[in-house]
């Protein structure tokens, strides 16, 4: 995770799958979830504390990208704190 004003962007190694859990992670109502480099908005359920983001259905060669995929959390926030790495 790495997170800027407004967003969280969880970052994964290799594709997930249809579905990629998220723990302890809050969406607001009207927050958005996309994934950079592939256009519109993906859906999301809730399941306790868990995320769960839909994935598109994407075809061998048309991954945004090789190597790492980010998803863009807008509105989010922890439901717990998360530890900082040391200096």
Sequence with gaps: ???KPGA???ITTGWPGKR???RNIQMPSKGRVTLLGWAG???VRRKG???IVLMPDILPGQEPCQHA???KL???EFTQPRTQAKK
């Design 20 to 22: 990629f859990v998220l």
């Design 1 to 3: 995770f790495t997170r």
């Design 74 to 76: 807008e509105g989010a």
């Design 49 to 51: 504390a868990d995320l």
């Design 8 to 10: 969280i962007y969880a």
């Design 41 to 43: 908005e993906l859906k």
């Design 69 to 71: 995929y980010t998803l």
